[in-house]
């Protein structure tokens, strides 16, 4: 069925109920919703926009953008969303693999994207602003669908039917796109609202972007499937973000909010006494972190796993008869998930033992876009996806995330493939060889740093090559240092040691 059909199911008889209100006190109505929507819709499919179709979107979070989500799943075609801080050749790899038939933008890159579009032969190409127009909605984008006929009826999408692809980094420095599904999407929302108790009155307090599975189909679907109603923020400041918490109920966020939220003094039980639920993922939640914020709050907050190929795969628990939130793991498989943990000799792993986490379920996307072998490479022969995560299960059942079989930084929780910097970095004038490596970060948890040999007699500058990577790669890839060296260590095999190099720079942004 299609998620939007679900999503309708919830909204409530009476349409001029708010679904949302923006930290500009902007209220968007479920009356409104259904309208936009409806004629976004519209001019998707006016275009010839068909099912399996992608829409891909590179625009800043706001409203529009996320009508704009909606309005795909309700026409039915392939919602293909971009991180806004994406720059012109990362964004050329996207259109040119994706071959979306639309592509909305941000105004202020039109210079680049309208020569693009012509050479990838995208001929419907909109704006979301203008050029110089902070305003979402003043672009042709908007103008063009308010002026055609609004599409009134939800497009059929059986459950295999494709509604997202959202593209992830790999360690081969080329990115795959992960195809899902309305059933993928619907699962993981449905399983993910029970597990959580969701209550008719829960009030989410939305600051995460909007482009990854974590703002997008964790914190979006869920309350969509609630019913609304949303505090919608367009992006995450600690400050704003306590304040609107008096009004909320349910905030989800990467480790670095929840850090940020307590280096304010005003944030302890006072700011908090409105709220029902805490939600941590994307990357490992400090024990410090739930343990100061248990202290100050009253709250424990609730960490949970996932990644994008699928949607959410354990959490703690919420409901204290299920058991408690256990600092430091990421709780059980959410009902309808099957976990396992295997030992590189292909047994199960028994407690407290490590091994890779694979997974089966409806939440498991349906391949990579156009590559039928690495599809085939990520899963075991017997239908399991591997994730890359080393794990562990103590003895109570609770799931601990205790490294990386990938080579994967993530900071601030985005995510890093070094072998994507390393490329660019071997690609420049003056460079031998490169190693890039993921460092303790107080705020990002992770931040990158690049350690570079330089060809006999080149001259290499750190400031030069930050400003060089800066043009190329989006911001939060760039590595916050780069240090020259004189060579790399390697092991007898001749491989870099990166372990090595991560204990020689881990006092990069905190003391040793
Ligand atoms: C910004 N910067 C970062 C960064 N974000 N550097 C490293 N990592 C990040 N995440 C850098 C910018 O390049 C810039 O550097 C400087 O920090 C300030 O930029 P900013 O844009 O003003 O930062 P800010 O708005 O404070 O953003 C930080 C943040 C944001 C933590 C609020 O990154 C964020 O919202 N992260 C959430 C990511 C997320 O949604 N992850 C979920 C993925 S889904 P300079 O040098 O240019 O000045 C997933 C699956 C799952 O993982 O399980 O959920
Ligand atoms: P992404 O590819 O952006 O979806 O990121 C998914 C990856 O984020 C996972 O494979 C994990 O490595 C990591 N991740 C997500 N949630 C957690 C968590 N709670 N603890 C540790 N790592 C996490």
């Known amino acids: 069925m299609n998620l939007f059909a679900i999503f309708q199911r919830h909204f409530p008889t009476d349409r001029h109920q708010p679904f949302l209100e ?8 479920f009356a409104e919703l259904d309208d936009t929507t ?12 068909k099912p399996g179709d992608r829409v891909a979107v590179q625009v800043e979070k706001s409203v529009e953008a996320l009508m704009l989500y909606l309005a795909c799943l309700r026409a039915g075609v392939v919602y293909l969303p971009l991180n ?20 909305v933008h941000a105004g202020k890159d039109e210079s680049w994207v309208t020569p693009l579009c ?9 704006t979301l602003e203008e050029n110089g127009n902070v305003q979402a909605g003043s672009g042709d984008w908007h103008i063009n669908a308010a002026k055609t006929a609004p599409l009134l009826e939800v497009v059929e999408r059986s459950d295999d ?13 080329r990115s795959k796109g992960a195809m899902l599904t309305h059933k993928n999407l619907s699962s993981n929302a449905e399983v993910l609202h029970r597990y959580w108790g969701f209550k008719a009155d829960d009030v989410l307090l939305h600051t995460l972007p909007l482009f990854h599975v974590h703002g997008l189909f964790v914190a979006l679907n869920t309350i969509l499937l609630n019913g609304g109603k949303m505090i919608f923020h367009s992006r995450f400041d600690a400050p704003a973000a306590i304040h609107a918490m008096q009004h909320a109920t349910v905030f989800m966020g990467v480790p670095t909010y929840y850090t940020r939220l307590l280096a304010e003094p005003t944030f302890g039980l006072e700011t908090c006494k409105n709220m029902r639920l805490f939600v941590s993922g994307s990357a490992p939640l400090l024990p410090e972190t739930f343990d100061e914020f248990h202290a100050r709050t009253a709250h424990t907050i609730l960490e949970r796993y996932g990644m994008t190929e699928t949607g959410m795969i354990t959490s703690n628990p919420y409901y204290f008869s299920d058991g408690k939130r256990r600092r430091g793991t990421v709780g059980f498989p959410l009902p ?37 072998e690495k599809t085939a490479e990520e899963f075991t022969a017997d239908g399991h996806f591997k994730t890359g995560d080393m794990a562990m299960r103590d003895a109570d059942g609770y799931i601990s995330i205790v490294g990386r079989a990938k080579d994967l930084v993530i900071c601030g929780g985005y995510n890093v ?27 990002f948890g992770e931040a990158v740093v690049a350690v570079v040999v330089k060809k006999d007699g080149a001259t290499l500058e750190e400031a030069a090559i930050i400003t060089i990577l800066k043009s190329q790669l989006a911001n939060f890839k760039v590595p916050k240092r780069v240090y020259v060296v004189g060579d790399l260590p390697r092991n007898a095999m001749g491989k870099v040691q990166k372990k090595l ?12």
């Open 161 to 173: 039917g494709l509604a997202a692809i959202l593209y992830t980094s790999g360690t081969t420095g």
């Open 22 to 29: 923006t930290e500009s006190g902007r209220v968007v109505t």
């Open 118 to 126: 012509q050479s990838l032969n995208i001929v419907h190409r909109y």
């Open 336 to 372: 309808g998930v099957d976990v396992r943990i295997m030992l590189d000799d292909g047994n199960v792993a028994k407690a407290d033992e490590v091994g890779h986490l694979q997974l089966k379920g409806p939440n498991v996307l349906a391949g990579y876009w156009q590559m039928p």
């Open 38 to 49: 409806a004629r976004y819709a519209g001019l998707i499919t006016s275009l010839g926009v």
């Open 84 to 103: 806004s801080a994406y720059r012109e050749s990362e964004v050329a790899y996207f259109l040119g693999d994706a071959a979306p038939k639309i592509f």
């Open 417 to 443: 493939y070094p072998k994507e910097i390393e490329l660019l970095l071997d690609s420049l004038d003056g460079v031998l060889e490169s190693a890039v490596i993921g460092v303790p970060h107080a705020d």
């Open 501 to 512: 190099l991560r204990e020689r720079y881990c006092g990069t942004f905190v003391s040793k």
